[in-house]
């Protein structure tokens, strides 16, 4: 039997974790059962698997790469809007080329580790007749049909570890920190990293911020002796006056500034006069070893992903649910995004501690 694997989109902790747990799988099950399986690496994601760049990979490539980050086979973004479009230099017709080298190397079967994006062309490749699982990887949480993603606790970690060192060198300098998390569509990590870092504020897309209610917090603080204030905003935090802009509109103010936080950071500065400093962590929150969470959970969802490789149950994706490994239909997750409910059970325990959502 002969299984392709990629790792596609924005990388993350334990996608080698992952990658080795589904190859381990396979290798021990073809043993037992005296069978032969051979596994192609493909390299950067889809491109890899467009034009041709693969590797026969062997046992040892999947050894010592548990805690390693990042992905040995690489990855790459090739968004989902552009997949069926003709590029314009070279005349390729990438979902024609994907189908051509599946079927030359006789592919049984594609294992795609990827996010949203990478699920969608995953569900395409389904619909054009590929035989593909999917695992459910990506630091921000937002994917549709498991309730937890692969590399999100371990991004959680780093982004509360930044929270936390923010903290003694606010309460020192008795400043107003912005740290900016990653998540532009959703708050997970924010609300997540948020809570567990003691943040004073939290601002996440799904519930858009009042400055003035912002301020109001910073103020109740200095007046209780507190002359430090830390405020978590994701990348794609938006203020009430920002969600009754056109898209353009928004985008155009966004340009301003670099980024969400120094939008924040300076308009705060103007209206109160109060020291302000920001940090954003950026990539360091995808970056290192996977947290043994993340371990655990690759490795449940690699062994998971093998079962269903030698069951012949393709055209699902390995997610969890309540505690259990699931395989949830593509086409069921596929264009969802799972984003934080308003009111859900973190963000009212984070309200009734004192949190405050600048709503
Ligand atoms: O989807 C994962 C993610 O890290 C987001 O949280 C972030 O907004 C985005 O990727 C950054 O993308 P890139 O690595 O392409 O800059």
Redesign the pocket.
């Known amino acids: 039997m002969r299984v392709g694997i990629l790792t596609s989109?924005?990388d993350c902790q334990g996608l080698n974790a992952a990658l080795r747990a589904v190859a381990k799988s396979l290798y021990e099950a073809a043993e037992k059962n005296g069978e032969d399986i051979k596994i192609i690496g493909f390299a950067d994601g889809y491109k890899g698997l467009i034009y041709g760049e693969y590797s026969r990979m062997n046992r040892a490539d999947f050894s010592g790469i548990l805690t390693i980050g990042g992905t040995i086979l690489g990855t790459s973004?090739q968004p989902f809007k552009e997949i069926r479009v003709i590029d314009e230099e070279t005349g390729v017709d990438k979902v024609r080329k994907m189908k051509e080298n599946y079927a030359r190397l006789n592919l049984e079967c594609l294992v795609i580790l990827g996010?949203n994006g990478s699920l969608k062309t995953a569900n395409l490749l389904r619909e054009e007749g590929l035989n593909i699982i999917a695992l459910a990887k990506?630091?921000?949480n937002d994917i549709y049909g498991t309730d937890i993603s692969f590399g999100f606790q371990s991004a959680c970690d780093i982004a509360t570890n930044v929270i936390d060192c923010i903290h003694s060198t606010a309460y020192s300098h008795k400043r107003i920190f912005i740290v900016e998390i990653?998540?532009?569509k959703v708050g997970w990590l924010s609300l997540y990293a948020g809570i567990a870092g003691g943040a004073d504020v939290i601002l996440i897309p799904e519930i858009p911020y009042d400055l003035d209610k912002i301020i109001e917090v910073i103020k109740k603080r200095h007046q209780a002796g507190k002359k430090f204030t830390i405020i978590a905003v994701a990348?794609g935090a938006m203020s009430v006056e920002e969600t009754l802009l056109e898209k353009d509109e928004r985008k155009a103010l966004r340009a301003e500034y670099p980024s969400v936080a120094y939008k924040i950071s300076e308009e705060l500065q103007n209206k109160t006069g109060y020291e302000i400093r920001v940090t954003v962590p950026g990539?360091f929150q995808?970056g290192g070893t996977p947290c043994p969470y993340d371990r655990v959970l690759c490795t449940r969802f690699g062994a998971a992903a093998a079962e269903l490789i030698l069951k012949k149950q393709y055209g699902c994706m390995v997610g969890i649910k309540s505690g259990e490994t699931v395989a949830v239909p593509l086409e069921e997750v596929a264009g969802k995004l799972k984003s934080v409910p308003v009111d859900c059970e973190e963000v009212k325990s984070a309200k009734s501690i004192g949190i405050s959502f600048g709503d």
């Open positions: 989109g924005g973004r996010g990506t630091i921000d990653m998540g532009h990348e990539h995808r």
